[in-house]
């Protein structure tokens, strides 16, 4: 049987295999993800950042910040956050999106970092809406998102839907 787009897009983004390894639904892997998004819960993921020591981001151009999920939020409190945040991204020389610029994910399409082939994680359950542009897309937590800016790499399992769907509910002749 061939290989799923899933299957080719892990096995291009795999880290640490032979060229031309192949990837099989079940795999697990270390990848290194095109980018990882995250928007304003990078509040919370620079302090996991600090937390394992990192002080350097491995590769600048892999983070993107966008910031849309609590922009109504005008308090002293929020936007310090946000100018934290700003700071942070600055400092690391990381892309950066204020609050206004558009939803995280529809930055992420229309800015070019999700292209066809690509593999991009974010830490934003919604990350899996990549596959409509022909990409792999893939929700991590704070602590991964924390671990790739420090590393650029982290594990995942190649995982095929329909396999997983026939162990929960395997189909039964009638």
């Not at 192949?22 to 304003?40: E, L, N, Q």
């Not at 600048?60 to 945040?85: G, R, S, W």
């Not at 590393?151 to 009638?174: D, H, K, S």
Request: hydrophobic share 45%.
């Amino acid at each position: 049987m061939g290989l799923t787009l899933v299957e080719k897009i892990a096995a291009r983004h795999a880290d640490g295999l032979a060229a031309g390894a192949v990837v099989r639904s079940g795999d697990f892997i270390s990848i290194r993800p095109r980018h990882v998004m995250t928007h304003d819960n990078t509040g919370a993921v620079i302090p996991k950042f600090k937390q394992i020591g990192a002080t350097s981001i491995a590769d600048p151009a892999q983070p993107v910040f966008a910031i849309d999920h609590d922009i109504q939020n005008v308090t002293p409190k929020n936007l310090e956050k946000y100018a934290n945040i700003e700071k942070f991204a600055g400092q690391h020389g990381i892309d950066f999106y204020p609050a206004g610029t558009g939803i995280s994910h529809q930055v992420m399409v229309e800015q070019g970092y999700v292209v066809p082939g690509a593999m991009v994680v974010a830490s934003d359950s919604h990350s899996n809406l990549y596959g409509a542009m022909a990409a792999l897309g893939t929700p991590v937590v704070r602590t991964d998102a924390a671990s790739i800016w420090a590393t650029g790499v982290t594990w995942w399992q190649v995982l095929n839907l329909w396999e997983m769907a026939q162990r929960i509910f395997p189909c039964r002749p009638a």
